[in-house]
């Protein structure tokens, strides 16, 4: 459907201009979506803007009867929202699942937070006095979504900010308009949330993200993507002095010690590097190894590697689908991969491509000037640098900004030692990508740490965990 939701209604774009929406897989046509640009994103802001008061003026259990009904609504869809996610964003099944099982969970999350807490009762400052606070809404908020997760990043926002009565206005990425924002005004339509609670304006980000972000009319600019957006989009708030939250990339790393359990971390390699292809915000780019399990380690994850299937998810065959675009294919390709190979990086396995069906690479000999150690990969590379210390290790994890590292030790007082020492938001120890309740996070004033300590992996699929005589 190429048309905005607007106002609790379905309308053209003020250019009139469309785009076209393809399977990543085949190339063939999905459909078309409107490009908006700043005409229609002024319309949104207005709308919500007129919506807010109203929305937040009924009661928590109304709000949370709208957000349980959305979800049923998705719910009833889940087998169709499963393989449009796969169709539009590359991903195999798994990961379709899990997008939209997440993003349904995080209505239900959300409709649970809007009637548990208005407020807390204070130390008063005074004796003879009450002090109360309460929660009130922001207002209106902004939301630009990326490509990789689309449903999923966008309810992470959208479902706690409608609970307190927030309205939104929803931008998601121009590579998947349906799944990340078509799908969620259909729902809003589906279940009467009230006109400009919810509104969704797809776009180029240069036509309909930019304005939205800049937009005097928003409380809060919810990103998620890449760390030069973000810092472009924070340039922005400041001047106004409007609140941000941004979520952007990081150079994650993944430590193996010298005490390691080699095949335990490799296993959990696969993951860390080659979910969704790599194109994650929380894929490991840099496997830091100590000298003493570097050999036993590089050959794990080689022969994990080379025993992936890489194809079409919808075929039921493939392990890892299709990269999103060429334009981030011949970034991992040509700015990353390529470079560092003529830089002196060899390549263990992969290194090529067939359309946007790239090859699971392994490439060793990486050094901290490479772009393979120094750039966020965003793509099925697992780039291996080889140190002498656990001294070394930390020095040259903690010198990129990252999200999500781990660390492979079977000593889990020193796993644990370590990962107090990384500055990153989270950390596991013998684990990778683990779910610590993320959806039930709320934004904050502190810098969290997550450190998760586990034996084994929690859950690896079968490709994951793959022994030397897999497939």
Same mark, same amino acid.
Not at 175 to 200: C, D, F, R, S
């Given at each position: 459907?190429?048309? &905005? ?48 008061? /109203? %929305?937040?003026?009924?009661?928590? !259990?109304?709000?949370? $009867? ?7 609504? &998705? ?8 393989? +449009? ?17 997440? /993003?349904?969970?995080? +209505? ?37 979504? !990326? %490509?990789?997760? !689309? ?5 992470? *926002? ?7 009565? #927030?309205? @939104? ?65 924070? $340039?922005? $708030?400041? $001047? ?23 095949? &335990? ?70 700015? @990353? ?9 060899? @390549? ?14 392994? =490439? ?15 793509? !099925? ?16 994890? #903690? ?29 596991? *120890? ?19 740490? %997550?450190?998760? =300590? ?18």
């Amino acid at each position: 459907m190429s048309l &905005l939701y607007i106002d609790g209604t379905w309308r053209a774009p003020a250019s009139g201009r469309t785009g076209m929406v393809r399977e990543k897989a085949t190339g063939a046509p999905l459909g078309r979506y409107a490009m908006g640009d700043a005409g229609d994103v002024d319309a949104a802001v207005h709308a919500a803007r007129a919506a807010q008061p /109203g %929305w937040a003026a009924l009661a928590a !259990p109304e709000r949370a $009867a709208y957000l349980r009904r959305m979800a049923d609504h &998705l719910q009833g869809r889940f087998e169709e929202l499963v393989t +449009l996610s796969m169709r539009e964003t590359g991903g195999v099944r798994a990961k379709g699942e899990d997008e939209v099982g997440t /993003g349904i969970r995080q +209505l239900h999350i959300s409709a649970v937070q809007a009637t548990e807490n208005a407020g807390d009762i204070l130390p008063p400052y005074k004796a003879g006095k009450l002090s109360l606070s309460r929660a009130v809404p922001l207002g209106v908020l902004g939301v630009i979504t !990326p %490509w990789n997760y !689309p449903l999923n990043l966008a309810m992470r *926002v959208v479902a706690p900010g409608l609970a307190f009565g #927030n309205t @939104i206005v929803l931008k998601p990425a121009e590579l998947t308009p349906v799944i990340g924002g078509q799908v969620l005004a259909e729902a809003a339509e589906h279940v009467g949330l009230p006109p400009g609670v919810l509104n969704v304006v797809t776009g180029e980000g240069v036509d309909a993200g930019r304005p939205l972000a800049a937009h005097p009319g928003v409380d809060l600019v919810d990103f998620t993507g890449s760390r030069q957006v973000g810092l472009e989009i924070a $340039a922005a $708030a400041a $001047a106004g002095l409007r609140p941000v939250r941004l979520e952007l990339g990081g150079d994650n790393a993944f430590l193996v010690l010298d005490d390691a359990d080699v095949e &335990l971390a490799a296993s959990c390699a696969m993951i860390a590097s080659l979910e969704f292809q790599g194109q994650t915000c929380i894929s490991s780019s840099r496997h830091i190894v100590t000298r003493a399990v570097a050999r036993p380690y590089i050959a794990a994850i080689t022969r994990r590697a080379e025993a992936l299937r890489v194809g079409d998810p919808l075929s039921g065959e493939a392990d890892l689908g299709p990269l999103i675009s060429e334009a981030q294919r011949d970034r991992v390709h040509r700015t @990353i991969v390529e470079p560092s190979v003529a830089m002196g990086a060899r @390549i263990a396995t992969g290194g090529t491509f067939d359309g946007l069906f790239y090859r699971p690479t392994v =490439l060793t000999e990486v050094t901290p000037d490479m772009p393979a150690f120094t750039e966020e990969i965003f793509g !099925p590379v697992l780039p291996v640098t080889v140190v002498e210390s656990e001294e070394e290790a930390i020095a040259l994890t #903690n010198g990129y900004p990252m999200l999500m590292n781990s660390v492979f030790t079977q000593d889990l007082m020193r796993g644990m030692r370590v990962a107090e020492r990384l500055q990153a938001g989270e950390v596991h *120890v013998n684990d990778a990508h683990a779910r610590h309740g993320a959806e039930d996070q709320m934004a904050g004033f502190t810098k969290r740490q %997550w450190i998760g =300590l586990q034996r084994t992996p929690l859950t690896l699929p079968a490709w994951a965990a793959a022994p030397s005589d897999a497939r």
